[in-house]
């Protein structure tokens, strides 16, 4: 289960080099895969963060084993759209524009779909709207790993008036689709997002720390198939999905990740 497989497309996250305990820790593998075929192509490939330093000095910031750690552990998800929207808050609703109008390379109706605004009894402030973006990325594991998704910590993003709301739950026995959720708190700016720019990152995190992460292409199997669709859509039925993780991982098929050939 931990060795590569043939044809396999790997992209694993270096261990540090400090300290005996990282290259002793066996790698975590985790698969991803498409949840939708369809217009796949637009989707790349999840990466490593790379930040590159112009400063070849051994003290240098960019030279840090920790940093250089800690950002390896992290994989960029990049944008698949362009969107630029502007917002206009009225007491009892709100106003969007798509500011690309008929220069968008997404139709209208297909943007609607792709942006989906939560009513406003769902925001966190009554001031503060929350959108979100549903990816057709999906990470499953046989070891107990736990996906976390960031914001684009190492990339500077001023074209996003608000805050990405982040969120972490164990791709072992929820193995489900990512959405961008973002928070808009500054209506008064313009919401710019771009293709092929970073659009969140994701982490996995197992019981042991120091362990690096092995990223493969994964197959989706019939057994993977079912099992997602055992999980789908809950959430519309059940506020607290954190209570079905017992009878997720009872249901659990001994192994739902198998390299895509």
Known sequence: MFSKGAGAT???????SEGPAASESRAYTVGWLLNVEGASVIWDTPRPVRIESQSKDPRSVGQCPSVLDFDRRHFVINCP???HLRLNLTGGGMEITN????????RAEAL??????QPRHEWRHPQR???????????????????????????YTPDRPGIQISGRFPIDIWPRPLQWAFEWHD?????????????????FDGPDPAAPTRLIEAKKTPELESYM?????VTEIVGQTYSLFKTARER??????????
């Open 112 to 117: 609607q779909r792709w942006i989906v605004f």
């Open 10 to 16: 790997e992209t694993e996250a270096e261990p540090s």
């Open 81 to 83: 759209i362009d969107v």
């Open 229 to 233: 669709a055992s999980i789908s859509g």
């Open 187 to 203: 209506t008064a700016k313009d919401l710019i997002l771009r293709r092929g720019e970073p659009l969140f990152y994701v982490r």
């Open 129 to 155: 709207p929350v959108l979100q973006m549903l990816t057709s990325y999906v990470f499953v594991s046989d070891d107990p790993v736990y996906v976390n998704q960031y914001p684009p910590l190492f990339h």
């Open 252 to 261: 659990r098929p001994a192994r739902l990740l198998y390299p895509k050939e």
């Open 99 to 106: 500011v690309l109008a008929e220069k968008s390379p997404i």
